[in-house]
Each structure stands twice: as C-alpha cells, then as structure tokens.
C-alpha cells in the first residue's frame, strides 16, 4: 500500500501544544486564580520579553498580556474597595470572567502563531 500521506507521523504543526513565549504568561495568568502569585511571574516575563527580539506576531501578544495584567491588577482593586458598598459582588466576577476569556483568547491566536487583533483594547 502506498502512504498517502508524504509526511512522517508527528511532524504536523497542529500535532501539539506549543509553549511559546505568550503562552507561557497567558498559563501563568491562568494559573494565578489559584496561586495567587503566577500572575505577578508572568506580567514580569512580559516587560522583560518584550524587549527582546520576537517574532512579528508576538509584539501584540505582549501588549495585550500587559494590559491583561492592569485590568486584573485595578479591577481587583476597586472591586475590594466597592465589596462593602456591594457594587463589588458584581465587579470581581466581571473581572474575572474577562481575564480569562483575554487569556483564552490569547492562548489560541499564540497556538496558531496568528497576532492579537486589537491589541490596545480595554475590552476583549
């Protein structure tokens, strides 16, 4: 039988999980609803592997990981201060919920090695 398929078995860019560097912080954002400090890591890894050479796709990533981290950072914040006044209840969870889905988001375009597509976004 003739293989079809010219390319040895595991050789296929969607074969695995790629831990690049975006990856990597958008883990450690991730992560830091448990640990409680991953977050502080991977907003750190992002200053500092943001000045270093990258590929193209990156330089939005970094960006928008930064601001990631600013939105759960003050968000978080305010959110402590206004829980007596009970607006609180409503703005951690909202911080929460948006925090993971930049994360996700970020983790599938850094999979396919595609940029953020608008970066300087407060939003999703």
Avoid at 79 to 105: E, N
Wanted: proline fraction near 6%; include cysteine; charged fraction near 10%.
């Amino acid at each position: 039988m003739d293989n079809l398929d010219p390319k040895p078995a595991g050789t296929s860019p969607t074969a695995g999980f790629e831990f690049n560097n975006p990856t990597v912080i958008s883990l450690l954002y991730l992560a830091s609803f448990v640990t409680g400090i991953t977050g502080i890591v991977g907003v750190v890894l992002a200053y500092a592997w943001r000045s270093e050479p990258k590929a193209a796709w990156e330089v939005s990533h970094y960006e928008y990981l930064i601001r990631t981290f600013w939105i759960f950072f003050v968000g978080t914040i305010v959110g402590v201060i206004l829980i007596f006044a009970l607006i609180g209840l409503l703005i951690l969870p909202a911080v929460t919920v948006l925090v993971v889905v930049r994360c996700v988001l970020s983790l599938l375009a850094a999979q396919k090695n595609e940029p953020m597509s608008n970066p300087q976004s407060w939003l999703i």
